[in-house]
T-cell receptor, first 112, second 113 residues
């Protein structure tokens, strides 16, 4: 079964703190994606991770991929309120043409 | 570029009614797909297409039809709406190569009563 599991599903944290969201997937995946969704909005692409050991950073967010462990992480450094959103990871199991399999999302609230 | 556009933004249907959700993209993407998003469920793939005239089923295709007569358009048809189809529907598109980063439309919020 093709599964993508995120944890935690809900996270409340304070500004200035660091935290990591974990994304495990069930079988070999060619690519791993991270998306952000604000309430009532569409999905915004954050990162596309293409190979083992890939690391990408944008501002306070850094994503990495370990294909051997079937694990991707999204690390938040010195969180700010504007990063409050729901974050989804998605895996590409079928070479891409079969669409993406999404995790259930991590609802992140960052409090002042 | 307008990117991926969807109409309508909101729709209320009665059980048994039919309707078509429209999706269009102006990026010349070969690949287009439809997802539904339900609370706590992430997004699930309904149907997808790798080019004009080619469609295939995703994870949750029952109750939905699609067609792809042009590269730009990929409408989703609900044949006989049911309350279980109450959801937010997202259309997405991408190139087939070099990778399948998908660009999502703004979504259609559908309620079936």
């Amino acid at each position: 079964e093709l599964k993508v599991e995120q944890n935690p599903l809900f996270l409340s944290m304070q500004e200035g703190k660091n935290y990591t969201i974990y994304c495990n997937y069930s079988t070999t995946s060619d690519r791993l994606y991270w998306y952000r969704q604000d309430p009532g909005k569409s999905l915004e692409s954050l990162f596309v991770l293409l190979s083992n050991g890939a690391v990408k950073q944008e501002g306070r967010l850094m994503a990495s991929l370990d294909t051997k462990a079937r694990l991707s992480t999204l690390h938040i450094t010195a969180a700010v309120h504007d990063l409050s959103a729901t974050y989804f990871c998605a895996a590409d199991f079928g070479g891409g043409a079969d669409g993406l399999t999404f995790g259930k999302g991590t609802h992140l609230i960052i409090q002042p | 570029n307008a990117g991926v556009t969807q109409t309508p933004k909101f729709q209320v249907l009665k059980t048994g009614q039919s309707m078509t959700l429209q999706c269009a993209q102006d990026m010349n993407h070969e690949y287009m797909s439809w997802y539904r998003q339900d609370p706590g469920m992430g997004l699930r793939l309904i149907h997808y297409s790798v080019g004009a005239g080619i469609t295939d089923q995703g994870e949750v295709p029952n109750g939905y039809n699609v067609s792809r007569s042009t590269t730009e358009d990929f409408p989703l048809r609900l044949l006989s709406a049911a309350p279980s189809q109450t959801s937010v529907y997202f259309c997405a598109s991408s190139y087939l190569f070099p990778h399948y980063e998908q660009y999502f439309g703004p979504g259609t919020r559908l309620t079936v009563t």
